[in-house]
């Protein structure tokens, strides 16, 4: 009993501290000095009737918003022994494997520095600076010489570190045990089954009703959807995070999806915001960074080409571009395995006073990191507005898919939750694809990477990331992936190559993501 | 409640293993961790802390004092507690770890010695072990303050001064005056967390290469 009081008490410090730096501190100031003013705050009770004002005035749904989302993100404090690296990353071999392979990048940046003798960053000259404001609406228009120009690695190069991953204290011998992971993945971590994994996404269940399912054609809206529309404008009406996080995980609607997100991820755009945008915005245009040639490169193979998403291209660059510049992302890392790259400014190596991040936001862009924004701009029109929610989204979700993490939500988990469920539910399918030398994670690694953007059509995307949403996790990432291999299971069974099956698997722009996610969690035959 | 290191000496692990060590395959699966305490007098256990490693459950017998001529016996203080879920798995393997007075099965206040017994039923995990194992026990209570007999006991004999009219009454504008300093005392003592968000250093930005440390 006194653990968990004195637990309660640490978790409501924290909070409370993070919370004292925030924009709503301020406010919450502001009006309870404004609240004096009313007839009905009295001195003697001046802390009750304050907290009265504030119940009644909304402030207090603003605190518990606040607070909710910080419960969602930031992990529980831990014991007061563990270092900083433990909250990071807990297990000693996956923080060295994470170090190596940042190692790795860094080394491939420096060399295409030195390579193409084109400085990490350079001051733009006043005239290109002003070139560039005018054209800040159209960056897509430019045709940059990007060819020497190569992304720094591909999911498939993070593919091949995740496989050689290897706990040195695991027995790894070749001879075959009840233990021996027939996957690629080769390290033995907790994932969950389709028993635990039924209990966990339970508002998925055959009985209960999804927007992706009980709202096509041939189904009265009477029967869900006009309701369920109901609920989720009272919701916004109640700007209550916690209850818009339950409410979609049946999906949300069309119309209400843009607030709902913005509630949940706890955005709201305040004049602050918008000027912080505008400060990143001059940041780009005084300085250019190899990292923008990076992103411009990626944008131009990825989304640019996508039949859905080239029109956002302008978009795609006022957010990224920015995004590289924001050094309150830097807070992530405190519980992200990934490290920020530190670099010095030239001619002062060594001195700690002179010591910098790079890029400012201390993430690499990688081939297909632009897809994480694209499916965005579906939603959002303002750039500051779309700026905010890809910033949350990224720090709550997106960075676990590309860093070495032993976290339930980690890539490295998603993808032995994959081969885990392939295995145990399709077990001639998975057994007929290892022997003809198709591993099943080689053709859905990439799909996880990117969230399934760029893979699916976007109205099943967006309804798969309300999901992950309100779940707050990204297992439901690895349990598509298999239900996508469930689904085309009888034409894989006849492939005789990778290559055949890669292109059974090529095309998932028509698939259904509810009915495939329902019918392998709650209608299969085991 | 404050706690005070207690300097002890931690002795090799000793594997439990039947049959022939030498010949026998498999790993063993019971260690078990002797804990002295060289010139320290028998102290009252507070915590116990330890970073887990690849330890599935946690058993700890201690050794008390008694009074001459009669034998000290272990007795059985914390059984088989559960350090990782499932053995199998990776989860709480590399976690740190605190064990408190009030989780233990029997009295610790007079500890001579301990003995922690490590199990690992899976066969999968090459060594298991606890580290950086520490003892904590009661530290030194601060001196209680004595109150002058006045401060603590104020006379209740004296007449009340009779009540001006027209003013409030002053037991009441002193606990509103108590509250308002409280609260200015509160905003005093807070201060914000932001950080400024600039990247560059006075305005220059103009960088080596990354660096690999």
């Known amino acids: 009993m006194l653990q968990e009081e004195s637990d309660l008490s640490l978790i409501i410090a924290q909070i409370v501290q993070k919370l004292k730096g925030s924009n709503l501190y301020a406010q919450l100031e502001r009006q309870a000095w404004a609240c004096l003013q009313r007839p009905e705050v009295r001195l003697e009770s001046l802390k009750e009737d304050i907290k009265e004002f504030f119940k009644i005035s909304g402030w207090e749904k603003k605190l518990q918003n606040a607070v909710y989302s910080e419960l969602n993100v930031y992990p529980l404090p831990s014991h007061p022994s563990a270092p900083p690296e433990h909250l990071k990353e807990p297990l000693v071999y996956m923080r060295k494997a994470q170090g190596s392979w940042e190692k790795r990048i860094l080394k491939s940046l420096n060399s295409m520095c030195t390579e193409l003798s084109i400085p990490l960053a350079r001051k733009r000259p006043v005239g290109e600076q002003k070139e560039l404001l005018n054209k800040w609406n159209e960056m897509g228009t430019d045709e940059p010489d990007l060819s020497l120009f190569r992304p720094v690695y591909a999911p498939k190069d993070f593919l091949e570190v995740l496989i050689n991953l290897r706990n040195p204290n695991y027995e790894n011998g070749d001879s075959l045990s009840f233990r021996t992971h027939l996957g690629l993945i080769q390290v033995p971590l907790k994932v969950k089954d389709i028993p635990e994994l039924k209990e966990c996404f339970v508002e998925l269940g055959l009985s209960t009703g999804q927007l992706g399912i009980d709202d096509s054609t041939q189904v009265p809206p009477e029967l869900f959807e006009n309701e369920h529309v109901r609920i989720g404008q009272k919701v916004l009406l109640q700007q209550d995070s916690a209850a818009a996080q339950q409410y979609i995980r049946q999906g949300s609607p069309t119309a209400l999806r843009a607030e709902l997100w913005a509630l949940i991820l706890n955005i709201s755009s305040q004049p602050e915001d918008i000027l912080y945008y505008e400060q990143l915005k001059t940041n780009v245009i005084q300085h250019d960074l190899l990292v923008d040639s990076l992103i411009y490169k990626d944008v131009k193979l990825t989304a640019s080409n996508d039949d859905y998403y080239f029109v956002f291209e302008d978009y795609l660059y006022q957010v990224l571009l920015c995004f590289s510049r924001d050094t309150s992302v830097l807070g992530h890392f405190a519980y992200n395995s990934a490290s920020p790259p530190k670099s010095y400014i030239r001619g002062k190596l060594g001195l700690e006073e002179y010591a910098v991040f790079y890029p400012p936001n201390g993430v690499i862009p990688f081939h297909g990191f632009s897809m994480y924004v694209a499916p965005l701009c579906f939603l959002y029109h303002e750039p500051y507005k779309l700026y905010q929610i890809f910033r949350e989204m990224y720090v709550r979700f997106f960075f676990r898919l590309h860093s070495i993490s032993s976290h339930p939500s980690g890539i490295v988990s998603l993808c032995l939750l994959f081969e885990t469920l392939l295995q145990t539910y399709l077990p001639q399918l998975f057994y007929h694809l290892r022997e003809i030398g198709a591993q099943p994670l080689r053709i859905s690694f990439k799909w996880m990477v990117r969230a399934f953007s760029g893979y699916l059509a976007t109205d099943q995307l967006l309804l798969l990331w309300d999901r992950i949403l309100g779940y707050n996790s990204l297992e439901i990432l690895a349990v598509l992936a298999a239900a996508v291999f469930a689904f085309r299971a009888v034409n894989l069974m006849e492939v005789t190559s990778l290559a055949a099956a890669e292109a059974v698997l090529a095309d998932l722009s028509t698939l259904k993501v509810m009915p495939l996610l329902q019918i392998f969690l709650f209608a299969t035959v085991t | ?213």
Request: aromatic letters at 8%.
């Open chain 2, 1 to 213: 409640m404050s706690r005070m290191l207690v300097p002890c000496h931690v002795k090799s692990t000793v594997a439990l293993q039947v049959g022939d060590m030498r010949t026998s395959q498999g790993r063993p699966g019971v260690l078990v961790v002797d804990v002295t305490f060289p010139n320290v007098a028998p102290f009252e256990l507070l915590e116990i802390t330890f970073k887990n490693y690849y330890t599935a459950f946690l058993s700890i017998r201690v050794r008390h004092h008694t009074p001459l001529h009669t034998p000290s016996k272990w007795v059985t203080c914390l059984r088989d507690y559960c350090l990782m879920p499932d053995p199998h798995s990776e989860e709480g393997a590399q976690e740190y770890v605190s064990l408190f007075k009030h989780q233990m099965l029997c009295d610790v206040s007079r500890v001579l010695e301990l003995r922690l017994i490590l199990r690992q039923p899976s066969p999968l995990w090459l060594s298991f072990t606890v580290e950086e194992l520490q003892i904590y026990q009661q530290g030194p209570k601060s001196p209680s303050l004595i109150f002058p007999k006045w401060l603590s006991h104020p006379v209740s004999s004296e007449q009340p001064a009779p009540r001006l009219e027209g003013l409030p009454d002053p037991s009441r504008v002193s606990s509103e005056v108590q509250q308002m300093w409280a609260l200015t005392e509160m905003i005093r003592a807070s201060h914000t967390s932001t950080r400024i968000g600039r990247f560059d250093v006075d305005g220059c930005y103009d960088l080596n290469l990354l660096s690999y440390t």
